[in-house]
């Protein structure tokens, strides 16, 4: 194919009061279907097909997640998400450049870059998300912790390399990044900050998920204070 587009899909997911996935719930009755027992034909059947695609658009991709199971609603919208590949390719070891660029209603952008091999699966590149709000996540997550996150807004960055094959798969990420900006930690009830910081900065972040290794090169703080409530 020279070239496929596809605009306006949009993703809804919601787990409901009972905590049940709408998305899930897809794949609840075929996993119900006993499995048939592999061949040597069917697996030769199921092999990818040769298909290249000179150029993949994804234009105006929206996706939403509502959760209603927790003691308040959580909802959160992604979009829109745009994706460029081009030279996409079952072959073996063709690899094929991307990116994705999206955007939240509340600020947050995502840019995401690089290369990608389907056969095996293989993955390299950059991604690097701005704006992140950790107040709202924190919101979806409070319940639990005895503390309230009141204002904090991050950037992060990273590349990565993912490979995959059979049993083998290998994930890891190199000069790493986390920024956080006005951090302001209280306890649940109380108007006084616990934890208060002007920027945090956490530069050279490493990780190798086969060695069980992560690594970090520098932590930078700056501005706030810490009350100690005895």
């Avoid at 490979?163 to 890891?172: H, I, K, Q």
């Avoid at 998920?209 to 204070?225: I, S």
């Amino acid at each position: 194919f020279d070239e496929v587009r596809l605009a306006g899909i949009r993703v809804n997911a919601v787990v409901d009061a009972a905590g049940r996935n709408n998305l899930a719930a897809l794949g609840e009755s075929a996993a119900a279907e006993p499995a048939a027992e592999p061949t040597p034909a069917a697996d030769e059947a199921t092999a990818l097909p040769p298909v290249t695609i000179t150029r993949l658009d994804l234009d105006d991709v929206r996706a939403s997640f509502r959760d209603l199971a927790g003691a308040e609603p959580f909802e959160f919208e992604l979009g829109p998400l745009t994706l460029h590949l081009t030279d996409l390719s079952t072959h073996r070891d063709s690899e094929s450049p991307y990116s994705i660029s999206a955007t939240a209603p509340s600020g947050e952008e995502l840019e995401w870059t690089g290369s990608l091999t389907i056969a095996p699966l293989r993955s390299s590149g950059t991604i690097a998300l701005d704006n992140l709000s950790l107040t709202r996540l924190w919101r979806y997550v409070r319940g639990k912790l005895p503390i309230g996150l009141e204002v904090a807004d991050a950037d992060v960055a990273a590349s990565y390399e993912l490979a995959m094959e059979g049993d083998d798969f290998r994930f890891t990420l190199a000069d790493g990044s986390v920024r956080v900006r006005d951090i302001d930690l209280r306890e649940r009830g109380r108007d006084d900050s616990i934890l208060a910081l002007g920027s945090l900065d956490v530069d050279g972040i490493g990780l190798d998920l086969a060695a069980a290794k992560v690594t970090v090169d520098r932590v930078g703080l700056a501005g706030g204070g810490l009350t100690v409530v005895l």
